[in-house]
């Protein structure tokens, strides 16, 4: 589209801003759940958050890319998960509404990642990448304060699972599931939770049972 006039111009990129604030409402709305949003920053964060949809069983990021953007989930839900070598998936960590996800290790390294990052159930997201995440660090103190809380809880989640793993129970570790993502219990079916915990969807299906007549 041709502007013929400094006013058109700046009428287009008034409706351009407002259509790209639109998309970033929902993350608005988680920082403002945290911290005030000048309207500078909300701007910022218009410009430098992207929108996408992924369908059931679409990827975000597959095993031997790097990891380009730090994601946050609008509606849906995300897993992810690594292969062994017979070809069985391991699911590492799940994501829904209002949380983030990336593989740390090759995002901020910029090598190739080893895990898959895959939608359970159709999903829209917002993602930034690496260097405008850096920016928002470098210029926006509430922004790096809030996005290393993210990655010191979800270090703190990997930690607490990896000692379940080595000291646990099934029905402990489901348990620590239930407490993980009260919100996804109901939404995944038995053998997402199973390769999460580590046992057959029979045995889970067994501890469920249990547990409903106790």
């Avoid at 930690?159 to 793993?165: F, G, I, T, V, Y």
Wanted: hydrophobic share 40%; proline share 4%.
């Amino acid at each position: 589209m041709k502007m013929n006039t400094p006013k058109e111009l700046y009428l287009w990129n008034k409706a351009l801003l407002k259509f790209y604030m639109t998309l970033v409402e929902p993350l608005i709305r988680y920082f403002k759940n945290y911290f005030p949003l000048t309207a500078k920053e909300k701007e910022e964060l218009s410009t430098r958050f992207s929108e996408r949809k992924i369908k059931r069983r679409g990827f975000v990021l597959q095993a031997g890319d790097v990891c380009r953007h730090f994601t946050f989930v609008v509606t849906g839900c995300l897993k992810m998960y690594a292969v062994d070598a017979a070809g069985k998936e391991h699911n590492l960590q799940f994501v829904a509404e209002n949380d983030w996800i990336a593989d740390m290790a090759s995002f901020y390294a910029a090598k190739p990642g080893k895990v898959y990052i895959e939608a359970v159930e159709p999903t829209t997201v917002l993602q930034i990448k690496h260097e405008d995440l850096i920016y928002l660090y470098m210029n926006y103190h509430k922004f790096d304060r809030n996005f290393r809380i993210i990655i010191e809880q979800k270090y703190i989640a990997l930690q607490n699972r990896l000692l379940l793993n080595i000291s646990a129970t099934a029905e402990e570790r489901y348990l620590y599931f239930l407490e993980q993502y009260p919100h996804l219990a109901n939404r995944l079916p038995n053998t997402q939770i199973a390769s999460y915990i580590g046992i057959t969807p029979e045995f889970l299906s067994k501890i469920r049972k249990e547990r409903s007549l106790s």
